[in-house]
């Protein structure tokens, strides 16, 4: 007789097969999404260092020279235009471009239009007030001239407003809306993660489209070949971060200012002012 000494070997079910791969699965899209959020975290850190950095040599630059400088443009070298200042007939080249880090000194990525990068090579966005006849931005190269000094820290009106939502108006926070600082000289704008996208398409809701703007600066083409999208108002947004992907939830724009009385005691520290 036949004998079957043949002993079943023991093993995996396909159901219990489909199970372990689906906690593989689980686990390693755990394991990516928490890699990814923590680059995400070190790249807006790194930016944040980086527009302190920015906002240091603005206040140094207005201790040294009695004034801020204006905004560069994509034919502009990376350097304020007109370099040396507006003055009271000619107002900066563009109020709303870009850092001038080739003017400030700023270490760091710049692109083929020598426009400062952020973390997501990104160009730096840069507004500046031109209340007062271009006063902030306006050497003190002789008595009268029309700077910050001539006008007098009494009389400077700063236009520029940060609200913490889209408040729909170009120069104030509409009803409703926070006012987190009412005249600031300057606002530097890191368009965050998504900045690029908005290169080719608007922003995707209307709190980044304060920052982003919608005036395009004329392209280079020798350079980069982009037109790029700046503010067109003198009103800005700044509020929590959120990586909610909805038309009224992302938001990861990064901006600074500072209060114009902390750029006078700056200057008349440095003797600029009186």
Same mark, same amino acid.
């Given at each position: 007789m036949f004998v079957n000494n043949y002993k079943k070997q023991p093993g995996f079910t396909l159901i219990e097969i489909a199970v372990v791969l689906v906690l593989v699965g689980l686990l390693l &899209? #755990?394991?990516i999404g #928490? !890699? $990814?959020?923590?680059?995400?975290? #070190?790249?807006?850190?790194? $930016?944040?260092?980086?527009? /302190?950095d920015i906002k240091t040599a603005l206040l140094g630059f207005a201790s040294a020279r009695g004034r801020l400088p204006c905004p560069t443009t994509t $034919? &502009?070298? &990376?350097?304020?235009?007109? !370099? &040396? @200042? #507006? $003055?009271? %007939?000619?107002p900066c080249t563009l109020q709303h471009g870009f850092i001038p880090g080739k003017t400030l000194g700023v270490i760091g990525t710049y692109n083929r239009d020598n426009l400062l990068e952020d973390v997501w090579g990104n160009p730096i966005r840069y507004s500046v007030t031109t209340n007062n006849n271009n006063a902030f931005t306006t050497a003190y190269t002789v008595p009268f001239a029309g @700077?910050?000094?001539? %006008? @007098?820290? +009494?009389?400077?009106?700063?236009?520029? !407003?940060?609200?913490? +939502?889209d408040s729909g108006l170009n120069s104030v926070c509409s009803a409703g809306v926070k006012t987190i600082i009412l005249g600031t000289p300057f606002v530097v704008i890191s368009l965050g993660k998504d900045g690029s996208d908005f290169v080719t398409n608007l922003a995707p809701n209307s709190d980044q489209g304060e920052n982003s703007g919608e +005036? *395009? %600066? *004329? /392209?280079n083409a020798g350079g980069e070949n982009v037109a790029y999208t700046v503010g067109s108002g003198n009103a800005f947004v700044s509020k929590t971060y959120s990586s909610v992907d909805s038309a009224a939830g992302l938001f990861d724009d990064l901006i600074i200012w500072e209060s114009?009385?902390?750029?006078y005691s700056r200057m008349m520290e440095a003797g600029q002012l009186p």
């Amino acid at each position: 007789m036949f004998v079957n000494n043949y002993k079943k070997q023991p093993g995996f079910t396909l159901i219990e097969i489909a199970v372990v791969l689906v906690l593989v699965g689980l686990l390693l &899209g #755990s394991f990516i999404g #928490s !890699v $990814t959020q923590r680059i995400e975290t #070190s790249q807006r850190e790194n $930016t944040k260092k980086q527009l /302190a950095d920015i906002k240091t040599a603005l206040l140094g630059f207005a201790s040294a020279r009695g004034r801020l400088p204006c905004p560069t443009t994509t $034919t &502009g070298n &990376g350097n304020e235009q007109p !370099v &040396g @200042g #507006s $003055t009271l %007939v000619t107002p900066c080249t563009l109020q709303h471009g870009f850092i001038p880090g080739k003017t400030l000194g700023v270490i760091g990525t710049y692109n083929r239009d020598n426009l400062l990068e952020d973390v997501w090579g990104n160009p730096i966005r840069y507004s500046v007030t031109t209340n007062n006849n271009n006063a902030f931005t306006t050497a003190y190269t002789v008595p009268f001239a029309g @700077g910050i000094k001539d %006008v @007098g820290m +009494a009389n400077l009106q700063p236009d520029l !407003v940060i609200c913490d +939502a889209d408040s729909g108006l170009n120069s104030v926070c509409s009803a409703g809306v926070k006012t987190i600082i009412l005249g600031t000289p300057f606002v530097v704008i890191s368009l965050g993660k998504d900045g690029s996208d908005f290169v080719t398409n608007l922003a995707p809701n209307s709190d980044q489209g304060e920052n982003s703007g919608e +005036a *395009a %600066v *004329a /392209a280079n083409a020798g350079g980069e070949n982009v037109a790029y999208t700046v503010g067109s108002g003198n009103a800005f947004v700044s509020k929590t971060y959120s990586s909610v992907d909805s038309a009224a939830g992302l938001f990861d724009d990064l901006i600074i200012w500072e209060s114009p009385y902390i750029i006078y005691s700056r200057m008349m520290e440095a003797g600029q002012l009186p």
